[in-house]
């Protein structure tokens, strides 16, 4: 069966960015579901702990419901790491194992104090003249780090206004959040992941940039937790409710 082209990019963006929504306190488990269109997209589940002045988090998606039949994709995923006085990650390895249509792609890195010092890729990709120098990426985040940081329970005035320069490995992204807003009880903040290196030409005039929205709802405890996060794309929009 054939596969909508940037459907599985949309879905992995909604996935990535959910996939920590976790309070920061010890051994949490959650599940999030995600809807496309009003249909049932994907499933997640996801573990995290924070002790003290480190982190780990692992996560797992896979598409579910009328669109599991559709898209062949399956991420999971696990990062440790320290945190700044600020509260801020620092990342110090990412594993991640993708299959997309059929193939496996695994990556590691291994982050020194700026930038990555060891990065493993599987299959090996083919030289581009577009791909990066993974050692000489400053001060960059890998992916599930960042949307542990971005989505884990935080005072109201920590919530928005942040940004994160990103590494899968491959490429690089810029997340933004900001202009936090009330709605409905909920605190709002407009997010957007921009690409910047490592991507195609192809990839580049396809899409540059793309919004979305994060809702944070009262924990009870003096924090906000999210309550779910929200993206559109030509597929129609993408909200994965935290359950």
Request: aromatic share 8%.
């Amino acid at each position: 069966m054939s596969r909508p082209r940037g459907l599985i990019p949309a879905l992995a963006l909604g996935g990535a960015l959910a996939l920590a929504g976790l309070p920061a306190s010890a051994n949490e488990s959650q599940r999030y579901e995600v809807y496309l269109g009003g249909l049932k997209a994907g499933d997640m589940q996801l573990e995290a702990q924070e002790s003290g002045s480190s982190y780990s988090v692992r996560g797992r998606m896979q598409p579910g419901g009328v669109l599991g039949y559709m898209v062949k994709f399956l991420f999971q995923g696990q990062a440790q790491g320290g945190l700044t006085g600020a509260g801020s990650v620092r990342p110090a390895r990412y594993e991640g194992k993708s299959q997309t249509r059929g193939r496996n792609n695994n990556v590691l890195i291994e982050f020194g104090p700026n930038a990555p010092r060891n990065v493993v890729l599987n299959p090996k990709p083919k030289p581009r003249p577009y791909r990066l120098d993974p050692t000489a990426q400053r001060n960059v985040v890998d992916p599930l780090s960042t949307a542990y940081d971005a989505l884990r329970a935080r005072p109201r005035g920590q919530i928005c206004n942040r940004s994160w320069t990103v590494f899968d490995g491959l490429k690089t992204s810029r997340v933004t959040l900001s202009r936090p807003r009330q709605e409905s009880g909920a605190v709002l903040c407009d997010g957007s992941l921009s690409r910047v290196g490592g991507y195609s030409p192809k990839d580049m005039a396809e899409a540059k940039s793309f919004p979305f929205t994060i809702h944070y709802v009262d924990a009870g405890d003096g924090t906000m937790k999210v309550s779910k996060f929200v993206t559109r794309s030509i597929f129609g929009t993408i909200v994965a409710h935290r359950r």
